[in-house]
């Protein structure tokens, strides 16, 4: 660890104190004017030099020191920042007309930024955290230089000993105003959206606190910690609570509020009574909209209650997020402890991630880390593009940051457009290669309630139906909810269960947001849908609609189990890279087309420079712009052939589409437009900027490469052809088309294969 700049040091000398202060302070004794003094004091600071060695505790000393420095109380005042011994910190500074009360307001309040500043690090570099104390005194002006310094070291030790006896909290000035707020109820609630980054759509919203515009209670960290150290900490978050979910509105079916929770709040008499669920139901919300965010600022006191009431929470249908983790108290402990739904990662390890190496890896680390626990990854902090492009790279889930969105007073729904966002673009507009079985087929009959139907003849219908795992929950034939046995059962053996629900309308314990799907919807698209569902929704029943309305359900392991089978299927000829079928398909589908004399067209698809771009951006970059053209052609076929076209991966990044003659060009076209657009995507910026790359050729010859381009050759065949001759046209219209520099398409204007006279080729660039 770096030894940072050490402060300027007042001297001290006899216990009488004769002696002058630092020549810093000396020209604003002889201004005239009362001086205000704000000590801190680090008590721990001789210990933990000591116990981590001295350079780290003076290094937490300095970082207390700019904090200071920064704290927006001094913002005016100017002040003298200086050491008067070992683990203080003092800021003197003139003020006319200087009032003790407000002076104690702001020392207060600079003590609680300091603090919470520096607390991060500290915990992170010795695992535990920093107390600090504050106090405070006035100097009055004095006739000559020997009174003006003995009046400073008189006051220096008044805010000394204030400092170790404590300031009561309570006695505060900014103590009423904030009792004041309580009674006023005059919080302010913001939002802030959380971006899937895959989709660029809005999935959720933070609820944000602050206090009244204009005071010092209007920085969070000022509000909550004063609230703590009065003891009104649980009547503010309900308060704070109350607001959001007010002004949250309606939410879609699958989309989240996240409210901010203090560990010990959970443990509040007040919060565990369903005063949370009776606000989200006068809201016309529900448990599942909500993700309670774990605040873990402080560390957790009683691990048991703790722990006992998320369970119960989890089993209300809530959701929980871990806020920072990967700092304070956050660490992987916490996750292994809570498994939580959600994970955000905190800004400190997000910002610079698009150049940080190690940044990076430690995200790819986390993401399947939640991968594997049925976590889903929340970055924070996201400030510009290039860390939102990294961040999807990575695989991460969803993004929070100013540059989707500052928090405002409204819930706004955003939608990132792929241009601004060029995160994986090809993601939003192509679908996963393979073969598609519509879900349709697997759906069987399901048993279905209204909403108002009982709990206790849910129940019964279970018993008499064993091993039935499911009820849907219809209105006029469209599915509004799904009851799965074993959730019902968990409910109704908590205690009290029986008689709080058995009674009740299932629509009270029925799950409000089930996955819905088309009968015509891939197999493959649906079990990675369920897949990315909360822990306690993964392997709930699917429910099927046509036109809307309630045809079956399937259970997520038959999607699985046909799911497998298609792949195995799939993996007897196909690519591992791409999941394409191989040589050996493509011959058979060849020879099926000659045999049926029917006209088609063979789009031949090959990367031109890709061997330098290999070599310098490493195989894993390389396979992906190979991913990327095989993914592009297979939707630009999808879109502008027809159902029995087909696509194959003949190796490396050699490609073979067999299409309707009449769509080969429109094909070729939405191929060289888009594949010229997304490659960038593969680039850093400074080769972008330069517009190629430099890197050894096949002779071993360094020289510059322009970007990756595609080269697409088009042939027609119809009637009676032998693959050798179709394979030797080929090769003459891919060597014309390579000669061409960048993104083009070259068509053979001959007659197709096994008739006519030849004519001439054609070029189209992108």
């Known amino acids: 660890m770096a030894r940072q700049e050490t402060l300027p040091l007042l001297t001290t000398g006899r216990a009488d104190g004769d002696t002058a202060p630092d020549s810093a302070v000396r020209p604003l004794l002889k201004g005239g004017v009362p001086l205000h003094i704000i000590l801190l004091i680090l008590p721990e600071h001789s210990l933990m030099g000591k116990l981590y060695g001295q350079e780290m505790a003076d290094n937490i000393i300095t970082m207390a020191a700019t904090a200071m420095h920064k704290a927006p109380a001094l913002k005016g005042a100017k002040p003298v920042l200086f050491s008067p011994s070992a683990g203080e910190l003092c800021a003197a500074f003139p003020a006319e007309n200087a009032q003790r009360g407000n002076l104690a307001d702001t020392a207060y309040t600079i003590r609680l930024m300091v603090q919470n500043s520096i607390e991060p690090e500290a915990v992170r570099w010795t695992g535990r955290s920093i107390q600090i ?57 913001l939002y802030q959206p959380i971006i899937n980054l895959s989709t660029g759509e809005t999935a959720a919203w933070e609820a944000l606190t602050r206090g009244p515009e204009g005071t010092v209670f209007e920085s969070p960290l000022i509000l909550f910690d004063m609230a703590e150290e009065l003891g009104q900490l649980f009547a503010i978050e309900r308060l704070c609570r109350e607001s959001a979910v007010r002004g949250a509105g309606t939410l879609g079916p699958e989309q989240l509020l996240f409210l901010n929770v203090h560990p010990r709040t959970l443990t509040d008499p007040a919060f565990s009574t369903g005063n949370t669920r009776k606000m989200l139901e006068a809201a016309g919300l529900s448990p599942q909209n909500v993700v309670l965010e774990i605040t873990e600022r402080h560390s957790i006191r009683n691990f048991t209650l703790f722990y006992k009431t998320l369970a119960h929470y989890r089993g209300q249908g809530y959701k929980i997020a871990i806020d920072d983790a990967g700092t304070g108290y956050s660490g992987l402990s916490s996750i292994a402890e809570i498994t939580p739904d959600f994970i955000k990662v905190d800004m400190s390890l997000i910002r610079g991630i698009n150049r940080d190496p190690v940044r990076r890896a430690l995200m790819e680390t986390m993401i399947s880390l939640a991968d594997k626990i049925g976590s889903r990854v929340i970055a924070e902090g996201i400030e510009t593009r290039e860390e939102a ?29 792929p241009e601004k966002l060029r995160i994986q673009p090809f993601s939003t507009v192509l679908h996963p290669v393979g073969c598609s079985v ?52 968990r409910q109704l053996s908590a205690q009290y269960g029986v008689a709080l629900y058995f009674k009740r309308p299932v629509s009270s314990v029925m799950d409000h947001t089930p996955l819905v799907v088309d009968e015509n919807e891939p197999v493959e698209c649906t079990a990675q849908r369920a897949m990315a569902r909360g822990k306690l929704q993964a392997y709930d029943d699917v429910l099927v609609t046509r036109a809307g309305r309630l045809t079956g359900a399937v259970s997520v392991q038959s999607l699985l189990n046909t799911l497998a089978k298609v792949q195995v299927e799939l993996a007897k000829g196909s690519n591992p890279l791409s999941g394409l079928p191989g040589n050996v398909a493509l011959e058979r589908e060849m020879e099926r087309r000659l045999h049926s004399g029917q006209r088609f067209a063979l789009i031949y698809a090959d990367l031109d420079n890709f061997k330098s771009y290999n070599d310098s951006y ?18 630009a076929v999808r879109r502008h052939g027809t159902d029995s076209d087909f696509t194959a991966h003949i190796g490396g990044d050699d490609f073979v589409c067999a299409v309707h003659a009449d769509r080969a060009e429109r094909i070729c076209q939405a191929v060289v437009r888009c594949f010229k657009r997304l490659v960038r995507s593969c680039y850093c910026e400074k080769d972008l900027a330069k517009g190629w790359i430099r890197a050894r050729g ?42 061409l520099e960048g993104n083009v398409y070259v068509t053979d204007r001959r007659a197709p294969l096994g008739s006519g006279k030849a004519t001439a080729c054609t070029c189209q660039p992108a």
């Open 389 to 417: 492009m990294t961040l999807a790279e990575t695989g991460a889930h969803f993004g929070q940051g100013f540059y989707f969105g500052r928090p405002c007073a409204g819930r706004r729904t955003i939608t990132i457009s």
């Open 133 to 189: 104390n504050a106090g405070c005194a006035v100097c009055q002006p004095a006739a000559d230089s020997v009174r003006q310094a003995r009046g400073f070291m008189s006051a220096l030790a008044e805010a000394r000993q204030l400092a170790q006896q404590g300031m009561n909290a309570g006695q505060l000035h900014m103590a009423g105003e904030l009792r004041s707020i309580l009674a006023s109820k005059s919080l302010r609630t």
């Open 438 to 489: 519509p879900t349709g087929n697997l759906a069987l009959p399901v048993t279905s309630v209204t909403g108002s139907t009982r709990v206790s003849t849910v129940r019964e219908l279970f018993e008499q139906h064993h091993p039935m795992t499911s009820i849907a929950v219809v209105d006029d034939g469209r599915p509004v909810g799904l009851v799965m046995d074993y959730h019902l059962n």
């Open 618 to 635: 490493g195989f894993k970059n390389g396979d992906r712009v190979i991913l990327l053209l095989a993914r592009l052609l297979s939707w």
């Open 698 to 739: 096949r002779d071993g010859v360094e020289r510059q490469y322009s970007l990756v381009s595609v080269s697409l050759a088009v042939i027609e065949c119809h009637g009676s052809v032998s693959l050798q001759e179709i394979g030797e046209r080929a090769a003459q219209i891919k060597h014309f088309a390579k000669t």
